[in-house]
C-alpha cells in the first residue's frame, strides 16, 4: 500500500497537502481458476506552504480519486513443454 506508515510533520504554520489517487479496478485469475476482484492504485503527494496573508490556497488536506473506467484483467496460465522447447532452441540457436 502506497500510504502505509506515511508520516508527515509540519513545520511551516500553514500547509497545503494534496493527494491524487488514481484507482483501477482488476481482476486476477489464478491456474485453479479463482477469481480475485481488487483494485490497483498509485498514489502522488504534493505540499505547499500557505501564506494566510495573500489567501490563494486554503490550508488542509485534499483527496482527489481518479477512477478509472478500465478494468484489467490478469489470467495466470502455464505454458506446456513442448511450446517451451522450440523456444529454448530458438534462443540457443540464435
Known amino acids: 500500500n502506497p500510504l502505509d506508515r506515511v508520516q508527515h510533520v509540519q513545520t511551516a504554520s500553514l500547509g497545503m497537502y494534496q ?12 491456474i485453479h481458476n479463482r477469481k480475485i ?10 505540499f505547499r506552504v500557505v501564506n494566510s496573508r495573500t489567501g490563494q490556497a486554503l490550508p488542509g488536506v485534499f483527496f482527489f480519486y481518479d ?13 506446456p513443454f513442448l511450446h517451451f522447447l522450440p523456444k529454448v532452441c530458438a534462443i540457443v540457436g540464435g
Open 67 to 79: 477512477l478509472s473506467p478500465i478494468k484489467v484483467n490478469f489470467n495466470e496460465a502455464k505454458t
Open 37 to 46: 476482484q481488487t483494485n490497483q492504485f498509485s498514489v502522488t503527494e504534493h
Open 19 to 30: 493527494y491524487f489517487i488514481k484507482v483501477v479496478p482488476t481482476v486476477y485469475k489464478d
